[in-house]
């Protein structure tokens, strides 16, 4: 199970989702339709960065497993000094002289046993910047030929799971909460799935990888 989600006491019911309005035949999303909006896509800066922040990529992997759209998601180990015990995508800092993409496929590889030979990388979800780690984070987009076959490198990641973009859509299950956070108010996004709560930064990238694909921004 994830871990305790650190809600300030002032936190409030946010927006409903952003595909609330589309009818249930515009709400789907399959590989080709990702495919078409993400190819070459360069994220969109995020809006506040600091020279001082930590770059990190991460990758977004996707396959296609009888007809659906399927994200792969790492649950972290419990014991990590920063983020422990929530759901995330594959990713870390860039080591000295690596670019993003090289980055997403090692780290993958460390934490999942990916092999990168297999993830063709076709485009990037938006850049965004985490408040209390300084991290400037680089999503990247990966499509693999299959179901993976994966394993978890238990010094970091407790669980490998993945959910289709038709569990993320259905009602219920995202929702947005308002938090103050370093002065600012934040919208803070959450996807209940597989028995897990994904939220922060994780929840933020499959909102835009959604929103992206479905063409709503």
Known sequence: M??????????????PPPWADLDEGRRVVDLDRARARLTG????????????????????????EEGELRIVLTLRN???????????????????????????????????????DGVDIIGELDHLRTVVSNSFIVPVVGVLPGRPE??????????????STAELLADGVYREE???V??????????????????GATGTMLKNLLMLSLGIM
């Open 78 to 116: 419990a014991n990590l000094r920063s983020h422990a015990g929530q759901v995330s995508f594959p990713g870390g800092r860039l080591d000295p002289g690596e670019d993003v993409i090289a980055a997403a496929l090692r780290e993958a590889r460390e934490e999942t046993a990916l092999d990168p």
């Open 150 to 163: 994966l394993t978890p490198n238990p010094a970091e990641v407790d669980r490998i799971f993945d959910v």
């Open 41 to 64: 896509r360069t994220g969109k800066p995020a809006e506040v960065e600091h020279p001082d922040d930590r770059v990190s990529a991460v990758l977004v992997p996707l396959f296609e």
């Open 2 to 15: 994830t871990a305790p989600i650190p809600r300030p006491a002032d936190f409030r019911a946010g927006g």
């Open 178 to 180: 308002r938090w103050g």
């Open 182 to 199: 370093a002065s600012v108010d934040r919208t803070v996004c959450f996807f209940e799935v597989e028995g897990e709560t994904v939220w």
